[in-house]
């Protein structure tokens, strides 16, 4: 079955990068899927970080995409998130989610597998 | 790309029936039939329980509804049960049109509360 595992430091200093990756098994990256990332604020609501195409195509949240990279291994079967200048409003669960496909594998931007999330805190 | 307004909670006894908002603008949800809506319990990863305005993912209780007219969608928990106490959210496709490219906007979240 299809598993997404979230991996990476839980603790970034301010103005440090952020970095994590999601590890997929039980499915090829290769596939018709987008890849995403998602976050949640500690006791708020989710919010869409990007996604990315084993292609390398990307689309980011506007209000991110300054800071934001997503880049995709095909070898590994992993894709990864970079967040750069971050500070204390960072401080979040990270998600990383794929999205669903029709049968004529158009992305439908919802998401139904997700990892079981990384609290990553940045603080000094 | 503003959040999606959800109001922040909604309560029902167990039986009833429950119907959630989720407000947006012609450029997300009024204008796409790509709203989704996912159920987060405490603690865990959300967990998407409709897809493109109606559909359920298979294995979804079929006592999950939705439906969308004009800019807002609705969620409808039928037959409530204790287990369906958690946090909802819904989230749109909201496509940008300065940089042609895709973006997906969620809602702030209500918290169902069961009597």
């Known amino acids: 079955q299809v598993q997404l595992q979230e991996s990476g430091p839980g603790l970034v200093k301010p103005s440090g990068t952020l970095s994590l990756t999601c590890a997929v098994s039980?499915?090829?990256?290769?596939?018709?899927?987008?890849w995403s990332w998602v976050r949640q604020p500690p006791g708020k609501g989710l919010e869409w970080i990007g996604e990315?195409?084993?292609?390398?195509?990307?689309n980011y949240n506007p209000s991110l995409k300054s800071r934001v990279t997503l880049s995709v291994d095909k070898s590994k079967n992993q894709f990864s998130l970079r967040l750069t200048s971050v500070t204390a409003a960072d401080t979040a669960v990270y998600y990383c989610a794929r999205g669903v496909v029709d049968g004529r594998e158009w992305h439908l931007y919802a998401f139904e597998y997700w990892g079981q999330g990384a609290l990553v805190t940045v603080s000094s | 790309q503003s959040a999606l307004t959800q109001p922040a909670s909604v309560s029902g006894s167990p039986g009833q029936s429950i119907t959630m908002s989720c407000t947006g603008t012609s450029s997300d949800v009024g204008g796409y039939n790509y709203v989704s809506w996912y159920q987060q319990l405490p603690g865990k990863a959300p967990k998407l329980i409709i897809y493109?305005?109606?559909n359920r993912p298979s294995g979804v209780s079929s006592r999950f509804s939705a439906s969308k007219s004009g800019n807002t969608a609705s969620l409808t928990i039928s037959g409530l049960q204790a287990e369906d106490e958690a946090d909802y959210y819904c989230s749109s496709y909201s496509p940008s049109y300065t940089d042609i490219s895709t973006h997906v906007v969620f809602g702030g979240g209500t918290k169902l509360t069961v009597l």
């Open positions: 990315i195409f084993h292609s390398g195509s990307t």
């Open positions: 493109e305005v109606t």
């Open positions: 039980g499915v090829s990256i290769r596939g018709s899927h987008w």
